[in-house]
């Protein structure tokens, strides 16, 4: 991770914090409990911002995105979790596919045991 991206974590993960704080406290969309809800999305986009776009990074990230949007559908009546997991199932598989049909990178730490890093040699 970029120590540029690193020296804003902190201070982002605050602001989230006291954002979601007060928008419990303020009751904003009765019935959301929001700090779960931006908890969810927050891992998606700091899964994204820290690790860079890579085929793991861009499932996993949106993913949450699509979980803490499903989220917000739930606790407003507006989807019922019977609903709520088959449609992350199929976003989830969308997302896989997504990913072998765009040319992106493997991550980092993924990308070396096709080299064959991190494998021991027998003696």
């Known amino acids: 991770m970029a120590t540029s991206r690193r020296r804003f974590l902190v201070p982002v993960l605050v602001i989230l914090v006291g954002v979601t704080w007060l928008l ?26 820290l690790g860079g776009i890579n085929k793991l990074t861009v499932v996993v990230g949106a993913f949450f995105l699509a979980a803490s949007v499903c989220s917000i559908l739930r606790q407003t009546g507006q989807l019922a ?41 027998r003696h």
């Open 24 to 49: 419990n406290v303020l009751h904003v969309i009765h019935g959301v409990n929001w700090i779960w809800t931006a908890g969810l999305a927050a891992v998606g986009i700091l899964t994204l911002a």
């Open 81 to 121: 979790i019977d609903r709520e997991v088959p449609i992350l199932t199929i976003v989830l598989g969308c997302l896989l596919l997504l990913v072998q049909v765009f040319p992106l990178p493997m991550p980092r730490m993924l990308d070396g045991e096709k080299d064959g890093a991190g494998t021991e040699e």
